[in-house]
């Protein structure tokens, strides 16, 4: 019985050391495998995010690039402006100063008949004692060349008899003439001539006061 008992107890011990020695075994294993699939799973996650950044960067590059193609076009296209306002600003003073020129010649080209005639009534006035034949010519000379200015778009500044204008007329004296000429323009020292509207001479004036 003693023996009997003893074995048992054996077989107990051997069973709880075999059910106890299995048990850590398998949570070793399960440990073990958890410990691989973490690792697993890290490497997943670090290529995904190495290939996220690589992405990210390849973009970054190529906007950059397309910004500085975009920069070199704006460059090019203001560079080309500038030279085509240069050229039109020399060209339109060119051809403004053409004008002034081709104007001033117009004009002058004009007064050539008048000289002219001016050398023809002195000429007369050599050789003839008709006082009102050379008075007459000469009268002629002066309507021609005063036909020739307002051809030109000049004009006299009428004055005389007319109110004093600061606007048109310089006055150079003021004389007592009665309240029927105050402020009137009793005599013309000098005739007024405009260019259009624009004054090119003013009519110096004697003024009634």
């Known amino acids: 019985m003693k023996t009997q008992k003893a074995y048992n107890q054996e077989i107990e011990e051997d069973g709880e050391f075999s059910a106890g020695d299995t048990n850590p075994s398998s949570e070793g294993a399960g440990n073990a495998n958890m410990a691989e699939g973490g690792d697993s799973t890290d490497e997943m996650t670090d290529g995904k995010g190495g290939s996220e950044q690589a992405e990210a960067e390849n973009s970054e590059t190529q906007r950059n690039g397309d ?8 460059r090019d296209k203001y560079i080309r402006l500038q030279a085509e306002f240069d050229n039109f600003r020399k060209r ?8 002034i020129q081709s104007g001033g010649a117009d004009v002058l080209k004009s007064m050539l008949t008048v000289l002219d005639d001016i050398y023809r009534a002195v000429d007369a006035s050599e050789k003839s004692d008709d ?15 005063t036909e020739a200015l307002r051809q030109k778009g ?7 008899g007319r109110d004093f204008d600061a606007d048109l007329q310089e006055a150079v004296a003021r004389f007592a003439a009665g309240e029927d000429k105050k402020g009137k323009v009793i005599d013309v ?12 001479r003013y009519a110096k004036v004697v003024v009634g006061e």
């Open 92 to 99: 339109t003073l060119k051809e403004k100063m053409d004008l």
């Open 67 to 74: 910004y500085e193609k975009e920069a070199a076009e704006w």
């Open 131 to 145: 006082i009102a034949s050379l008075r007459e010519g000469e009268r002629l000379v002066m309507q021609k060349f």
């Open 154 to 160: 000049v004009t006299e500044i009428e004055a005389e």
């Open 189 to 200: 020292v000098q005739r007024g001539y405009k260019l259009g509207d624009k004054v090119l």
